[in-house]
């Protein structure tokens, strides 16, 4: 049987529309449907739940579809266009710019609008809601001259949206109407644990605050009017006060609507027309409007699978909430307020850490019904699973919220119960990955469930869950979390590294002859490479070392698809100086080298052969350069924009530090590659949190943040310690790296490594501020060890024949190049030509990504 | 053949022993790559005794790459892992490690005063007959 291809337009491109999208392709609904897709707002589909990061990441960052357009050429998007008329009988939507569009069916998942409450002067200059990244960017604007704002709203997004205020330095007010702060979604102790902590941030919180008016001179607002309460005098109000669906185009066109708004949908996500479906803020499930992403997302997985002939449901959703609202833990599930008749309340309540949590239990204590947590929501991921599946309380149900209680306790979950409430992952499923199958080796950690399962990926709240199931599981299955390096040696990285520092051990094979077994891997011998390069000062193509290096260290290059080389010297900061750039062209053009500048402003050159790279090097090395180390597991840049030197808006000399910081850590050989930023003001165009370590100036000092990456997991790094003087910072920046380089292990990099320390980052920076372990000296002192000893790696081999008799193409043909190696020229450079002797495409047998890319 | 070097001679092949270097221009575990007669051929020294020679074209990259992997062992065994995309290679049969039915070829080696010689096949015929 055939089909004619049907199409599928899609009014709206917010986070759940591009979900929808999502699970089209993935589903293999694109097989069939063509999927057009309409936009508003000019941007594609952002991370609206984490808007208020914007001031700090940028738009870039939000973003859940960076490319702009989807993978897959049977989805159009089209942005910045809005859907004005839908034509039921003739299945057509008309857009704004006038393009018709013909349906099968429609998904509309037009979101929500903030509601303005009829103030007076609610449409002063001044006056503005909290929504779009557009919004906040006007926000921004006009902060850049007040000196106070008033949030209206002390609900969830109210206090998202005071955080932002706060954030860009202004003296900050929440006006909540009813007597406490999240008054849906905490009592009135737990508002006021909250009000106590948010004031301890310097934000005024004024509740049963009932505006009644903005007032304005000159069409500018000045001030707030509060009923029996003094006026707030302001620059800015934001309107936080609740959403509203977005409706109207389906009320044009006579499709059903709920009493109190929304699209009035089935449980299959179906509007009162056949052909019509609608799904997220927009929509009206029985009757309610849910205005949190999660039942988003599972709507639109709904209508996919229905369109797919499946028989999803949507019958409500866990509207439990677990957030940090300005560094404060809140959380809220089930029946917060105590509702269920004969159900009682235990509540455990410490004002002075301001930590506050209920539970609300049955009238026989046997089940959990709903519980409040604020400033400690660590018992979350094994409350709210709780609720959600009935399962019986422990005996003693106040162990889960008292501050001794372990509160992790895997109190008898079944394997239906959700434990990623954001991914409807349940421990059935996590376990699963955990055990395995014949197709795919079981997981032996949180990062492999995450990506096989989804669980945690998006709040993260329910990891320590998962991490709890792990254990719980490998242990009852026998499977040990085995530590060991691999078959030759039966200890951990961290030990190893221990190990040659306390014995002196200066040789693998001293190493292997004492401690291992065999004559090592390709797993091993690299890995002790880097514990002894960190440690000593021998040249890493030393007699004893250069048999353990991976290939790029042996060659000091990066190895290509063709068995060539990539070479890119150092740039300090990325300030290169023009006699430097025309060297640096020079070479490319005389060794007709492919170029390309790289991510962390330096500049690449491809397509040298082993015997060339020492020639190369050394008109580099004549020219004043050296060796970049992009080839090593060790620090390759540290990007910096111009700051305060050029820019308008810079308040330090981010460049001078950035170059200050990549030639003091130039060459440290490291557990992974080392990269990092420094930004000259709160803009960040350094990209500073994408870096293991971040710096961002401040007008005080700096801001440090660690554990940044890109590449397939990105990591944001997240703040160390602010306001830092450049000698505190570097001193700090030295004991973090030593201490990462100490304990992390093999191949992992700096965010991996502080979610998988025990104590986390709190635990970190005890050490590398506060210096619990008393190690602090230690580590400055390895470091300046490796300052002393640092040398170019390049230089050192050009000057000794030894080391350079290795870089020939054939031992007994040393300049002959390698005949299998030749190039084409595309866009007026070389590139190689496809492999030798293959008609067929080039087998890449391995399945998993190759670690380390260049840069 | 200089005394206590043993070289791998499963099968009496056909060639020309073609001379490639001294033996202490090799270090154990540390491949090299020759030209033998057209052929590209990856050389290992195992230890003071052995030298091993493998086709240096990795079959999966399809890049002359073998002899810059690092060489290690699975129990017994002695391989290289290709430092391409580190599937390894038996340094004694050629054959994959992680696919019996993917393999590179070998060639025999011997010392001679002190000198390294490969056996290049006959022009004719593939290095493994």
């Known amino acids: 049987m055939t089909h004619l291809r049907q199409r599928l337009v899609l009014i709206g491109h917010g986070m759940v529309g591009h979900r929808f999208v999502q699970a089209a392709i993935e589903r293999g609904l694109t097989e069939r449907w063509d999927v057009v897709v309409f936009g508003q707002e000019p941007r594609a589909a952002y991370d609206r739940v984490a808007l208020t990061s914007f001031f700090e990441v940028g738009a870039d960052e939000l973003s859940l579809l960076p490319e702009g357009e989807y993978d897959d050429p049977r989805v159009r998007l089209v942005l910045d266009t809005a859907v004005t008329t839908i034509d039921r009988d003739a299945r057509e939507v008309t857009t704004a710019s006038g393009e018709v569009v013909r349906y099968d069916a429609l998904v509309m998942a037009t979101g929500s609008v903030p509601f303005v409450p009829p103030l007076p002067g609610r449409d002063l200059a001044g006056c503005f809601v909290y929504r779009t990244i557009e919004d906040l960017e006007d926000i921004r604007q006009a902060a850049k001259t007040a000196t106070t704002g008033v949030v209206i709203g002390g609900g969830l997004l109210g206090l998202e949206a005071a955080n932002a205020v706060h954030q860009l330095g202004l003296a900050t007010h929440v006006v909540e109407m009813a007597p406490r702060l999240m008054p849906v979604q905490l009592d009135q102790a737990g508002g006021a644990a909250l009000v106590r902590h948010i004031e301890a941030l310097g934000v005024t919180v004024h509740t049963g605050a009932a505006t009644e008016a903005i007032e304005g001179i000159d069409g500018k607002v000045t001030a707030l009017t509060i009923a029996d309460a003094e006026p707030i005098e302001t620059d800015l109000v934001v309107f936080s006060v609740g959403i509203r669906p977005e409706d109207a185009l389906a009320r044009a066109c006579g499709i059903e609507v709920a009493e109190r708004g929304g699209i009035l949908v089935d449980e299959t996500c179906r509007t009162s027309d056949k052909a019509i479906y609608a799904i997220g803020e927009c929509a009206a499930p029985d009757g309610k409007v849910y205005g949190l992403v999660a039942p988003g997302y599972a709507m639109a997985e709904v209508v996919v699978d229905r369109l797919l002939g499946g028989s999803g449901d949507f019958t409500g959703a866990d509207m439990a909430t677990k957030l940090k609202l300005m560094g404060v833990d809140v959380a809220s599930f089930g029946d917060v307020f105590a509702a269920t008749p004969g159900s009682l309340e235990l509540v455990f309540a410490d004002a002075v850490t301001g930590v506050y949590k209920k539970l609300v239990v049955s009238n026989d204590a046997t089940r959990l019904l709903g519980g409040i947590l604020v400033g400690d929501a660590s018992a979350y991921g094994v409350l709210r699973p709780m609720v959600a599946s009935g399962i019986p309380l422990p005996e003693n149900p106040e162990e889960l919220i008292l501050p001794a209680g372990r509160g992790t306790a895997q109190v008898g979950m079944t394997d239906e119960t959700v434990v990623c409430s954001c991914e409807n992952v349940t421990k059935g499923t996590i376990c699963s990955a955990i055990d395995g199958s014949e197709e795919k080796p079981g997981c032996a950690d949180v990062a492999c469930i995450k990506s096989c399962t989804k669980a945690g990926t998006v709040c993260g709240s329910c990891v320590p869950t998962v991490k709890n199931l792990l254990a719980e599981r490998l242990a009852s299955a026998g499977r040990e979390v085995s530590n060991a390096l691999c078959e030759h040696f039966a200890m951990s990285r961290q030990e190893l590294f221990d190990l040659v520092a306390v014995k002196a051990i200066r040789s693998f094979t001293a190493l292997i002859a004492a401690h291992g077994t065999g004559r090592g891997c390709d797993i091993c011998k690299p890995a002790v490479a880097s514990i002894l390069a960190s440690q000593t000062s021998a040249h890493i193509l030393a007699e004893e070392t250069v048999g353990l290096q991976d290939t790029n260290d042996a060659f000091l290059g990066n190895l290509q698809r063709n068995g060539t080389y990539s070479v890119v010297p150092r740039v300090p900061g990325g300030e290169l100086t023009p006699d430097g750039l025309i060297a640096i062209g020079e070479v490319a053009r005389d060794f007709d080298l492919y170029t390309k500048i790289t991510g962390g402003q330096r500049i690449d050159l491809f397509g040298a052969r082993v015997e060339q790279l020492p020639l190369i090097w050394r008109r580099l090395v004549d020219a004043g350069f050296e060796s970049g180390h992009a080839y090593g597991k060790s620090l390759r840049t540290v990007k910096s924009c111009v700051g305060q030197t050029w820019c308008r808006y810079g308040v330090q000399d981010s460049t001078k530090l950035a170059i200050e910081l990549e030639l003091r850590y130039r060459g440290l050989r490291s557990p992974h590659k080392l990269k990092g930023g420094v930004s000259g003001c709160a803009r960040e165009c350094a990209e500073a949190r994408g870096k293991d370590f971040g710096v961002i100036a401040t007008e005080k000092g700096w801001n440090l943040y660690v554990g940044g990456n890109g590449g397939f997991r990105p990591a944001h790094a997240v703040e160390l310690a602010i306001d830092l003087d450049t000698a505190t910072l570097i001193r700090y920046l030295d004991r973090f790296l030593m201490f990462y380089i100490r304990t992390a292990d093999r191949l992992q990099r700096t965010s991996a490594w502080l979610e998988s320390i025990e104590g986390g980052l709190d635990y970190v920076r005890s050490v590398v501020v506060d210096d619990v372990l008393g190690v602090a000296a230690d580590l400055e002192a390895d470091m300046a060890g490796h300052i002393g000893a640092y040398q170019d790696e390049w230089s050192a081999t050009l000057a000794d024949e030894e080391k350079l008799a290795r870089f020939v193409s054939f031992i007994n043909a040393p300049d002959t190049p390698d005949p299998s190696i030749s190039f084409v020229t595309e866009r007026g450079q070389i590139r190689p030509s496809a492999a030798e002797g293959s008609a067929e495409p080039v087998l890449v047998a391995s399945a998993s990504i190759p670690v380390g890319a260049p840069r | ?129």
């Open chain 2, 1 to 129: 053949m200089m005394a206590g070097t043993k070289v791998r001679q499963e099968t009496v092949r056909q060639g020309i022993w073609v001379s490639v270097c001294r033996v202490d221009q090799l270090r154990v575990d540390v491949g090299v790559a020759a030209l033998v007669g057209g052929e590209q051929v990856a050389l290992f020294r195992l230890d003071a005794e052995e030298i091993t020679a493998i086709g240096n074209l990795d079959p999966y990259s399809r890049a002359n790459v073998l002899s810059r992997g690092i060489v290690g062992s699975r129990g017994d065994t002695v391989f290289v892992a290709s430092p391409m995309y580190k599937q390894p290679f038996d340094l004694r049969t050629g054959c994959c490690l992680d696919d019996p039915a993917v393999s590179v070829p070998t060639f025999d080696v011997r010392v001679l005063d002190g000198v390294v010689q490969v056996l290049a096949p006959p022009v004719s015929d593939g290095p493994d007959g």
